[in-house]
């Protein structure tokens, strides 16, 4: 299974916005930020109430199905062409340096191998802005996965199971992810265990991470 084949099939389209999304509104409006990247935007549910709500949305996936499937789903619920895609994967963003003053990514960047993991927080880091935000959440090493597949470096598995059989996941604990933030730049300001709303309920066992670009 890739991305394309995963997202071909409607029944693997989350709709629903991520709860912590929601939360972010707040945040972001009371820090000014306009501009958004949703790294990894899937079939869109993030952007949309990102859309009502004033900001500016770019978006970015790895899969022409998922953005084919985000450009309609936003067209339908917002009535707007008005959100920028690009296809291009995380570890080389197809956008200019300082760019944006948020990067949200909910369940990406894990996918992929240790150095596709910093490739892409690099990345991060290069398109936002001074003081920018990245809301971040990755697979943690107590998803109920964690050591099923085939091991394929350190904390790496490709999953033999389940819709995202034959894709790469990084399993990370905080410390890592912590290194791995800190080491590129970021300023953590909160991180915690949390869940991710999927389809059929939540999925527990990943990490939540609000970090800035400081430096
Ligand atoms: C689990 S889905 C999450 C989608 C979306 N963020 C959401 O919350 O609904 C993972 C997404 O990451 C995208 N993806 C996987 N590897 C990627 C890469 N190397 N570069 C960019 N996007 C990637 C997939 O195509 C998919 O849309």
């Known amino acids: 299974m890739n991305w394309n084949e995963l997202f071909k099939d409607k029944e693997n389209r989350w709709l629903k916005p991520a709860p912590l999304v929601l ?10 930020v306009q501009h958004i990247l949703d790294l990894g935007c899937g079939c869109g549910r993030n952007i949309i109430p990102y859309l009502e ?4 949305v770019s978006a970015c996936d790895i899969s022409e199905v998922a953005i084919d499937a985000a450009k309609s789903y936003v067209l339908e619920v917002c009535n707007t062409n008005d959100v920028s895609f690009e296809k291009c994967c995380m570890t080389q963003l197809l956008f200019k340096d300082n760019s944006f003053e948020a990067v949200v990514s909910i369940s990406v960047i894990n996918h992929g ?4 993991v910093l490739k892409a927080i ?4 290069r398109v936002l802005k001074f003081g920018g935000f990245l809301l971040l959440t990755v697979i943690s090493k107590e998803h109920v996965t964690y050591g099923s597949g085939q091991l394929v470096e350190e904390d790496t598995f490709i999953t033999d199971k389940g819709i995202d059989a034959g894709i790469p996941h990084h399993f990370m604990d905080e410390s890592m992810l912590e290194n791995y933030l800190t080491q590129s730049g970021f300023y953590i300001e909160v991180m915690k265990k949390c869940g991710i709303k999927e389809i059929g309920g939540i999925n527990n066992g990943h990490l939540y991470v609000l970090a800035r670009k400081t430096s």
């Open 23 to 32: 939360d972010s509104i707040e945040l972001f409006k009371n820090k000014e």
């Open 53 to 56: 709500t004033g900001f500016t």
């Open 113 to 116: 191998l240790k150095n596709d």
């Open 122 to 125: 690099s990345e991060i880091y």
